[in-house]
C-alpha cells in the first residue's frame, strides 16, 4: 500500500470549519482567533521505552494523543489540534486499525482534529505528536510564577501508573495505558493557578522543576497524597515511591493561593483535587509524615540517566 492511501485510509477526516486547510496539502494551515496566543508541544514515544511491545495498539494510539494534550493542559491552554509523525517497521492492517480508532477516540473526547503529520518506514515503532492549542494571551500557567505561601495541589491521584506497570494484571494497568489529560481543569486554571506542570515523571522530579524554576522550596505532607486504595496496604515507603517517583501519571500539579483555592474548591468540578504540601522560601523538598520528618530522597525517570 502506498503511502498516501494508507494516510487516507487511517488518518484523513472530512475537514471542520475551524481548520482552514487540514490533511492533503503540503502544510496544514489554521487562521489565529483574535486575541489568542498559540501554544505548542511535541512529545515521542518509542515502542519498548514508552510503552512495552504488546501494548493494545488502541491504547498506543489514545496515549500518544493524551500526552500531549497533557502538556497543554499543562500551559492553561485549550487543546486545538494534533499532528502525527508516525515511523512504522512495516504496514500492518489490523494494528493501524486499532492504532487510528485509538488515536481519534482520545481526539473526538477532548475536540481535538488531526490536521497532518508524516509517516515513514523505520527500523523502530516511533509515535511523534505535535499538539496545538489557543489561549487568551499572556494567560500561560508558567512553571517559574510559585509564591510562598501557596498550596501545592495534584489533580486525581498518583502512582497508579507505575504500580500499574508493575502489575500488568491489575486494574489499575488502565491509567498506564488510557491516562486521562486534564483539560478542563488546566483550562479552569489559567490566570488562577501561579505555576502548573503536568505529572509525567515522577512528582518529586516534576514538582522540583516548578520549585526551581520559581526559586522557592516545598513542604509535602506525605499523609496526604492522594494514592489508591490498592496501594495502601504496601509498605509505607513502596506507597511513597510509586506515588512520587512513578511516572506516567498525567496529572495537573498546580500552586495556588489559599484563597483562590478555595473558590476554585467551591466551583462545580467534578475532579478530585487535593492539597499535599506548601511553597515555602528556599530550595529542595523537605517531607513530613504526620508532623515527622522523613529524610527521603526520589528520582524520577531520566533519559540519558547513565551518559
Ligand atoms: P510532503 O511530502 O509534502 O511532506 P506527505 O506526503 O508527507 O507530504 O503528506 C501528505 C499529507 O498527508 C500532508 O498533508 C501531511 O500533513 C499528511 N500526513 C502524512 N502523514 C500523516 C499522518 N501519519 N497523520 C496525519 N496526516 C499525515
Ligand atoms: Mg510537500
Redesign the pocket.
Known sequence: MA??S??ER???RPSTSDVAL???????ILIPPTGKQLVICADTMVAGRHFPLETDPHAIGWKCVAVNLSDIAAMGAKPHSI????TLPQIDHDWLTRFSQGLFDCCDQFGVR??????TQGAQLTLSVTALGWQDIDQQVPRAGAQVGDLIVVSGQIGDAAFGLAHREHPLKHRLDYPTPRCELGLALAGVAHSMIDVSDGLAQDLGHILKASGVSARLYLEQLPIDKSLKSLPQEQQWQYALAGGDDYELCFTISPDAYNRLNNSSFDIKMTPIGEICAGTGIRYFYNNQEQQLQFTGYEHFASS
Open positions: 503511502e498516501f494508507l494516510i487511517y488518518f484523513q487540514g490533511i492533503g496539502d503540503d502544510s496544514a499532528l502525527l509523525a508516525l488531526l490536521i497532518g503529520g508524516d509517516t
